[in-house]
T-cell receptor, first 115, second 111 residues
Framework: DSGVTQTPKHLITATGQRVTLRCSPRSGDLSVYWYQQSLDQGLQFLIQYYNGEERAKGNILERFSAQQFPDLHSELNLSSLELGDSALYFC??????????????FGPGTRLTVL | SQQGEEDPQALSIQEGENATMNCSYKTSINNLQWYRQNSGRGLVHLILIRSNEREKHSGRLRVTLDTSKKSSSLLITASRAADTASYFC???????????FGSGTRLLVRP
């Protein structure tokens, strides 16, 4: 158990809908990272938050947004969903905002299926 | 895609044999990490090697880093069936604030 929790575990929804994925980092970790893993694109970095502030952005679509709250949990919002958004979404946390400096602790993921 | 390359894409070996996976990246890095992922599960950190290190060991794992060739290798010695998983390298080559993951090597260890 990494100490990172993600909810829900599975999500099935329809095209055009909006969903929210939630992540609680390990106790004491200030950084939260979101990743998307699909069969054809591998593991793609989406966005990082450090202590409530956005620190880095990756290949995140404009239809996606995220935030980190004062209690350090984070939410990833996906809107106007398309079939291609079906993927595993992982959240990871680490003590530092410098991504390479420390290991990242990954949650179990949310499997999103868009029908 | 910003992903690095991993080689081979898939590897099948017999229990007890050694497994070697390679990772290449494009630009300079500060650190390189290796992660393991069991099917559909979250990634688990294995080892971190800094750019000024050439080799690092952790149990049955040995990681080497050659910054002149922009490559790293992960060696798993005396493999076990439980080592069956996908293995990914990740670097901070693009930015200090994000990790770029390689495409991964799928390792199958046959009992």
């Amino acid at each position: 158990d990494s100490g990172v929790t993600q909810t829900p575990k599975h999500l099935i929804t329809a095209t055009g809908q909006r969903v929210t994925l939630r992540c609680s980092p390990r106790s004491g970790d200030l950084s939260v990272y979101w990743y998307q893993q699909s069969l054809d694109q591998g593991l793609q970095f989406l966005i990082q938050y450090y202590n409530g502030e956005e620190r880095a952005k990756g290949n995140i679509l404009e239809r996606f947004s995220a935030q980190q709250f004062p209690d350090l949990h984070s939410e990833l919002n996906l809107s106007s969903l398309e079939l291609g958004d079906s993927a595993l979404y992982f959240c990871a946390s680490s003590p530092s905002g410098l991504a390479g400096l420390y290991e990242q602790f990954f949650g179990p993921g949310t499997r999103l299926t868009v029908l | 895609s910003q992903q690095g390359e991993e080689d081979p894409q898939a590897l099948s070996i017999q229990e007890g044999e050694n497994a070697t996976m390679n990772c290449s990246y494009k630009t300079s890095i500060n650190n390189l990490q290796w992660y393991r992922q069991n099917s559909g599960r979250g990634l688990v950190h294995l080892i971190l090697i800094r750019s000024n290190e050439r080799e690092k060991h952790s149990g049955r794992l040995r990681v080497t880093l050659d910054t002149s060739k922009k490559s790293s290798s992960l060696l798993i010695t005396a493999s076990r069936a439980a080592d069956t998983a996908s293995y990914f390298c990740a670097t901070d080559e693009d930015s200090s604030y994000k990790l770029i993951f390689g495409s991964g090597t799928r390792l199958l260890v046959r009992p």
